[in-house]
């Protein structure tokens, strides 16, 4: 198998760089398109991974989609390829052109689903609102995206049974062409410091959160959870690392200094260098994690897999990572009494702390891990193709 793969960037995306890695010693060969090669690679015992740098220009989005359609269909037209793989819908122009190859598959991964964001986060925006921000103009543009590589893609990939259902509410396409595969987390990189760190977690008070800072991560849910358990014990700090929403900043910041929470609440800007991003999950006590928009995030399994216990609400792309609610304290989003009650009680009971940040390593191992993950990748590449080739 020949497999064409595009990714926008390297350094951004180095637990799937790491993934395609590995699935191309699976492989005759996967050339992969890379938007910025700004990461170097050590690809001595990769003879099968070729990296294509397409140079993408900053700002320029509409050019760069254009160029990296126009170098993969002359791939294409030279080699033999059997599986083109997109991703953020770069590829669409030639999605949208596939006529002329109809022996090639055309496959597609989905991270966010924008337009089930549109219809049910943002369903009480007016239109005004939402062209107001950069950040809710990008995901009307994404859903417009969404819906025409969907389309036009012969198959796609979520991360959850879930997201699979969320997907088929908003768009009219066969549910026999969508896939489910786990996120990858690189357990070698994302690992405990010690085994014997945090055992009992007497003296460790922190709370952490990555992600998007707006209301449908949880903020306010986090920041009055926060108050709560300040109020209780003034040794609980929090640090929150993420990108601002514009419509959120101003609401939350009055509300920390209502609470005058300000120097116990670190806000942290989410540039992280990965080392950086690790020791916070090495060192704090307890990952807190609310979503209503969510695909499957990777954060959780950082964090699952640095042996840090999460407390999470329940979400498809969530509930997947731990469908027995073995490791994972779960609630309903929003649920403040049910937060600070998990919190109190793993503060209380070290041993099942203990018990939570082993079970959960260990799943990432087994279920998570890009061990794991390529043989799932390998399996439906294998299964797409050889069903081309029987017809």
């Not at 926008?8 to 799937?16: E, I």
């Not at 036009?152 to 549910?175: F, N, W, Y």
């Not at 357990?187 to 010690?194: A, G, Q």
């Not at 979503?291 to 499957?296: A, H, L, V």
């Amino acid at each position: 198998m020949h497999i064409l793969f595009f990714l926008p960037n390297l350094a951004f995306y180095k637990d799937r760089v790491r993934l395609l890695m590995e699935i191309s010693n699976g492989l005759r060969c996967l050339t992969l398109l890379v938007g910025r090669n700004d990461m170097e690679l050590n690809l001595e015992n990769y003879k099968h991974l070729r990296i294509i740098n397409l140079n993408f220009h900053s700002k320029q989005w509409l050019l760069n989609i254009l160029k990296a359609s126009r170098v993969a269909k002359r791939l294409i037209i030279r080699e033999n390829i059997n599986v083109v793989h997109d991703t953020f819908g770069y590829l669409l122009p030639l999605f949208r052109q596939k006529k002329p190859y109809p022996s090639l598959i055309y496959l597609t991964s989905l991270f966010a689903l924008n337009r089930w964001r549109i219809y049910n986060v943002f369903n009480n925006y007016s239109l005004l609102k939402m062209l107001s921000s950069k950040s809710t103009v990008l995901t009307m543009l994404n859903s417009w995206i969404e819906k025409k590589i969907c389309t036009h893609a012969d198959q796609v990939i979520v991360q959850a049974a879930g997201l699979k259902e969320r997907l088929l509410e908003t768009l009219p396409i066969s549910k026999s062409k969508v896939h489910i595969i786990n996120n990858n987390v690189d357990v070698d990189f994302w690992c405990p410091s010690s085994e014997y760190d945090r055992l009992d977690g007497r003296d460790n008070y922190g709370l952490f959160f990555v992600g998007g800072i707006h209301f449908s991560n949880g903020i306010f849910n986090l920041v009055e959870t926060f108050r709560i358990l300040h109020k209780k014990n003034p040794k609980w700090h929090l640090k929150i690392v993420g990108k601002w929403s514009s419509f959120d900043k101003e609401r939350v910041l009055k509300l920390i200094h209502s609470y005058d929470l300000g120097n116990v609440i670190e806000f942290i800007p989410a540039k992280l260098r990965a080392e950086e991003l690790r020791h916070l999950y090495r060192s704090n006590y307890l990952f807190l994690y609310q979503t209503i928009n969510d695909g499957s995030p990777r954060v959780i399994l950082e964090a699952l897999a640095c042996g840090l216990p999460v407390v999470a609400s329940h979400h498809p792309g969530i509930d997947s990572i731990d469908p027995k609610g073995d490791f994972i304290c779960f609630t309903q989003f929003g649920d403040i009494e049910a937060i600070v009650k998990y919190i109190l009680y793993l503060k209380s009971n070290g041993n099942d702390w203990q018990r939570r940040a082993l079970l959960s390593r260990l799943a990432m191992e087994k279920y998570f891990s890009t061990k794991a993950v390529v043989k799932q990748y390998i399996s439906l590449y294998s299964k797409l193709v050889n069903r081309t080739v029987h017809l």
